[in-house]
């Protein structure tokens, strides 16, 4: 049974003013057979979010930067806009990307939603466990895979409705950086699938959220014994979640 051509709107996260990003991004999507936009990014927090940072501390080690909850409140809006308008999905990119347009066209004529594949990463920064699920995908030698455990990156990725709503209604209170949530299959119950080889690729410069991040933190006395439980549980959930996949893949 053929399905209908779902309705997807093409996003491209960058701030305001980032006008030499936006020009190169615009010069590499010169050839683009798809429409897409630039959507601001927030440079802080989102109204609808909250941000605890004794939570941070404790989920993360750290407390999270501007730049990261800034991130965090834009992919959200996202979501919410998609929760609430007409679209069936959307491809939510970064503007230091490069994008591989024809495949995308092939991937966005498939109905994902259909097939049960509501988040595909089409990139991801860290080597994580994945198992292969459809080869071919979209294009020969493209697998559609499923990753386990933390990859990190929020560079590019498919998100349909589904998805998206429980994104919004299960990640309002920010604890740890978005890339870092949306892994989280294990807490929201999105799979984490990716396309591979990535049909998008990251432009090798300095991150606009900046690298404070990577300094060193104190974590405060009071906060200690906290911060060694949730490590203890989040290693527990972690590995409870790869020996399921793998029982399940067999």
């Known amino acids: 049974m053929a399905y209908a051509e779902p309705r997807t709107r093409i996003l491209v996260i960058s701030l305001r003013n980032a006008e030499d990003r936006r ?3 615009s010069a590499s999507a010169r050839e683009a057979s798809l429409p897409w936009e630039f959507f601001d990014a927030f ?3 989102h109204p609808d979010l909250a941000y605890p940072e004794d939570e941070a501390i404790v989920a993360k080690g750290r407390p999270l930067t501007k730049g990261e909850i800034g991130c965090y409140s834009s992919h959200y809006e996202a979501w919410r806009q998609l929760v609430a308008g007409p679209h069936d999905q959307y491809v939510v990119l970064e503007d230091d990307v490069i994008v591989d347009w024809a495949y995308l066209a092939a991937f966005l004529a498939m109905n994902h939603a259909a097939a049960g594949h509501d988040y595909i990463r089409l990139y991801y920064k860290k080597p994580a466990p994945m198992r292969m ?3 071919d995908f979209g294009a020969r030698t493209r697998w559609l895979t499923e990753v386990s ?4 990156g929020t560079q590019g990725y498919l998100i349909t409705r589904r998805a998206a709503a429980t994104f919004v209604e299960h990640l309002r209170t920010i604890r740890r950086p978005v890339d870092d949530e949306m892994d989280r299959s294990w807490s929201h119950g999105v799979r984490n699938l990716a396309v591979f080889p990535f049909p998008i690729m990251e432009r090798a ?4 959220i900046g690298l404070k991040r990577f300094e060193a933190f104190d974590i405060p006395p009071r906060l200690k014994l906290r911060r060694a439980i949730a490590r203890r ?15 399940w893949a067999r």
């Open 133 to 135: 699920l459809e080869r």
């Open 205 to 208: 410069q300095e991150s606009g």
């Open 43 to 45: 440079e802080s927090l």
């Open 23 to 25: 020009q190169a991004f």
């Open 233 to 247: 549980r989040e290693r527990f959930a972690l590995h409870f979640h790869g020996r399921a996949r793998a029982l």
């Open 149 to 152: 455990g933390y990859c990190f």
